[in-house]
T-cell receptor, first 115, second 115 residues
Framework: KAGVTQTPRYLIKTRGQQVTLSCSPI?????VSWYQQTPGQGLQFLFE???????NKGNFPGRFSGRQFSNSRSEMNVSTLELGDSALYLC??????????????FGEGSRLTVL | DQQVKQNSPSLSVQEGRISILNCDYT??????FLWYKKYPAEGPTFLIS?????DKNEDGRFTVFLNKSAKHLSLHIVPSQPGDSAVYFC??????????????FGTGTSLTVIP
């Protein structure tokens, strides 16, 4: 069974540009979450999608957005990039719905560098 | 507001000895707790979890202890091996009506096991 796949793995952008990151969840998983990891800040929750609907949202500015497609694949977009957006962006999928607690399955991440 | 805290950024342990990683949380609504392990340039991988109705869960060399009254959990690794050297993230989740499981992560503890 293929794991969570994120593309691209590495990218470099300049301030003011925008970027789109892609995530393909494990087959059958309907929940996809996005996290930002920066040194000293741990994993900061961006948003979660379930069945094409944003179900939860973290405390990030509106420059960060996402969407989920009918096949559960998800994209996140960051507009007007700032130096502080340099980070590892992690996507995680989960098969669990409302009634069950369980773990998240993470991809390897997309390393974004903003110059 | 950091609801899950790992106050030790790093820990060094001799091979064969016990590693104890600690985590504190503030939200009494959390009902599921997890530990993830992360190697550089890889996504976090699930290690072990515990439900709030238990106080201990064991899986091979890994044991997680939960003290709900103190809002504290710990991960014990016995015996520690050099391959255990990684960053360990503590996470907690709770189910929000209509919004699935919300996860909160600590900032991580970098474990180094010295041969």
């Amino acid at each position: 069974k293929a794991g969570v796949t994120q593309t691209p793995r590495y990218l470099i952008k300049t301030r003011g540009q925008q970027v789109t990151l892609s995530c393909s969840p494990i087959s059958g998983h309907r929940s996809v979450s996005w996290y930002q990891q920066t040194p000293g800040q741990g994993l900061q929750f961006l948003f979660e999608y379930f069945s094409e609907t944003q179900r939860n949202k973290g405390n990030f500015p509106g420059r960060f957005s996402g969407r989920q497609f009918s096949n559960s694949r998800s994209e996140m977009n960051v507009s007007t990039l700032e130096l502080g957006d340099s980070a590892l962006y992690l996507c995680a999928s989960s098969p669990f719905g409302q009634a069950t607690a369980g773990e998240l399955f993470f991809g390897e991440g997309s390393r974004l560098t903003v110059l | 507001d950091q609801q899950v805290k790992q106050n030790s950024p790093s820990l060094s342990v001799q091979e064969g000895r016990i590693s104890i990683l600690n985590c504190d949380y503030t939200n009494s609504m959390f009902d599921y707790f997890l530990w993830y392990k992360k190697y550089p340039a890889e996504g976090p991988t699930f290690l072990i979890s515990i439900s709030s109705i238990k106080d201990k869960n064991e899986d091979g060399r890994f044991t997680v202890f939960l003290n709900k009254s103190a809002k504290h959990l710990s991960l014990h690794i016995v015996p520690s091996q050099p391959g255990d050297s990684a960053v360990y993230f503590c996470a907690a989740s709770w189910r929000v009506r209509g919004a699935g499981n919300q996860f909160y992560f600590g900032t991580g503890t970098s474990l180094t096991v010295i041969p």
